[in-house]
């Protein structure tokens, strides 16, 4: 965690919605195996954007763990890209959602959405 982190003044709601979110997106892949290698389609490039973006995400865990790890770089953008810490999973996975076809990932991603990047946001707000 970075320096200075707590949890304390946290919203309960987005935290409520958070953790059903993350439950609901590993049900999700867990039981659909729509979003199996599948024959090349124009459906595809969702898979392809999905894989860009968590390599991003990658990118910024290996620029934040070369920072000083402090608030401000946990909260950082990333390529233009606002608390890319939060918003790029929960992006590719919604992508992923449609290249799947499952609805409920996709719902899934709006509930983890509303509660992880709206907690992240209210963290960067307070500081």
Sequence with gaps: MPQDYTSENESKILLFFERI????????????????????????WWLMIAFILIILYEL??????????????????????????????????????IYGKVVWMLIAMVILGIGHIGIHLQHKNNL
């Design 60 to 97: 910024w865990w290996v620029r934040y763990f070369q920072s000083k790890r402090k608030l401000t770089d946990f909260y950082s953008s990333f390529l233009g890209v606002p608390l890319a810490g939060a918003t790029l999973p929960v992006i590719a996975f919604f992508l992923l959602g």
């Design 21 to 44: 979110g993350e439950v609901l997106t590993c049900c999700c892949v867990l039981l659909f195996s729509n979003f199996n290698l599948q024959k090349w389609s124009l459906w595809s």
